[in-house]
């Protein structure tokens, strides 16, 4: 991508943290890893009772964390911590962003409190849309929180347009950051509105202790955010503040790539994801031609066997609709061994997206009207 694409209208400054790694993909978490200080997560997994070990957790998705060890000493000993994340409520999730939610969601079960941020201050900045546009797709955006397992009881759902910490912290930040390091993390910009929407997301990072004091919090993320976790921890331990922050701790998780063969899932390239309240035939045609790990012929399968590794249809199963880690590793090793073919594989998956799908969609429906109070009970700027 050209400098000029990268600056033109609508481009997130999170997509540009992606740009600053490996030319927009995520290749090399080892390098990423050293580059960025993140740990190994697999160690600390070990710590947690089996019962509390997302699937997400024990097959390497979540690959790697940084300051995790308070959390999970927090989660083994009952002790208070917090889980943040947010969604910038431009569109619905996705089957890829879904991946965070589903561990905000896991980690809430696991004792935290959960701060979830609406993000519609950058939805305006990055994108343009109104308040009152952003506050309808928020809606559906806590609706889909709801039916995948939040509590709403052990949740701060708040508008960054709302929360007036965000903003203030966010400024402060500002003047404690230089324009190298902005441009180090973020690439350049043309409008200083993207900066600005990144200091409000270290706000953010830091509100559940802005609020609360000093505690362990946990914000899950993709590997394309360690630059900006990064940021967000060296601002937190600048000691420019009265109050004292535990240093944030952050789990990475890999990003599903495009189901077409894309390097990622992306908006402006609609055969590479797909949204659960698709026309399920929609959904099944990406499926049926997704790209997999298989060979020219059913013959050459048979004999060769399949490559789930770099295959599309795995990275599903994977990520979300396959939690069982034994019946993973079968499939896994029905595919390498040429006993599985991609016409039976695919035709297995669709069934389980389909059920997955009703189930959600069912459940989400059932949650529109509280989501609904919920959000339009927080304020709305009227710009
Ligand atoms: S058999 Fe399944 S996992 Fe293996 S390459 Fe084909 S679609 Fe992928």
């Known amino acids: 991508m050209t400098e000029e694409e990268k600056n033109k209208e609508g481009t997130d400054p999170q997509e540009l943290t992606v740009d600053a790694l490996d030319g927009g993909t995520i290749e090399n978490y080892e390098r990423l890893m050293k580059e960025f200080g993140i740990k190994p997560f697999a160690p600390l997994v070990q710590k947690l009772p089996a019962d509390k070990r997302h699937f997400l957790m024990t097959r390497g998705v979540i690959f790697g964390h940084t300051g995790m060890e308070q959390v999970i000493d927090a ?80 949740a701060y759902i708040y508008k960054q347009s709302a929360e007036p910490m965000v903003k203030h912290y966010g400024l402060i930040f500002s003047s404690h950051v230089t324009m190298n390091e902005l441009r180090g993390v973020y690439g350049l910009k043309t409008r200083l509105g993207y900066y600005n929407a990144a200091m409000v997301q270290i706000a953010d990072i830091l509100l559940p202790q802005i609020l609360e004091g000093p505690m362990p919090t946990v914000t899950p993320v993709g590997a394309d955010q360690a630059p900006h ?119 297995e998956l669709i069934e389980k997206v389909k059920e997955f799908r009703e189930k959600h969609l069912e459940l989400k429906t059932s949650y529109m009207d509280k989501a609904k109070e919920i959000v339009t009970s927080l304020e709305t700027p009227d710009i």
Not at 90 to 99: A, E, M, P, Q, W
Not at 253 to 272: C, E, F, Q, T, V
């Open 75 to 154: 989660i083994v000993n009952n002790k208070k911590f917090a889980v943040m994340t947010g969604i910038k409520p431009s569109n619905s999730y996705h089957i890829g962003s879904l991946t965070t939610a589903v561990e905000v969601v896991h980690f809430q079960k696991l004792g935290g409190k959960v701060y979830f941020c609406l993000a519609d201050f950058e939805t305006y900045v990055v994108n343009r849309i109104p308040f009152s546009e952003a506050e309808k797709i928020a809606i559906d955006n806590v609706a889909d929180l709801l039916a995948l397992g939040l509590d709403e009881k052990n």
């Open 229 to 347: 976790a990064r940021l967000t921890r060296d601002i937190a331990k600048r000691g420019i503040f009265k109050q004292k922050f535990n240093l944030p701790s952050f789990t990475y998780h890999k990003l599903i790539a495009g189901i077409d063969g894309s390097d990622k899932m992306s908006k402006r390239n609609p055969l590479s994801f797909f949204y659960l309240h698709d026309d399920m035939k929609d959904i099944t045609y990406k499926l049926k031609n997704a790209f997999t790990g298989g060979k020219d012929t059913a013959a050459e399968q048979r004999k060769l066997g399949g490559n789930p590794d770099i295959c599309r249809i795995f990275d599903l199963y994977k990520f979300m609709f396959e939690p069982d880690d034994k019946a993973l590793k079968e499939r896994e090793e029905r595919c390498r061994s040429g006993e599985l073919l991609c016409g039976t594989c695919k035709k």
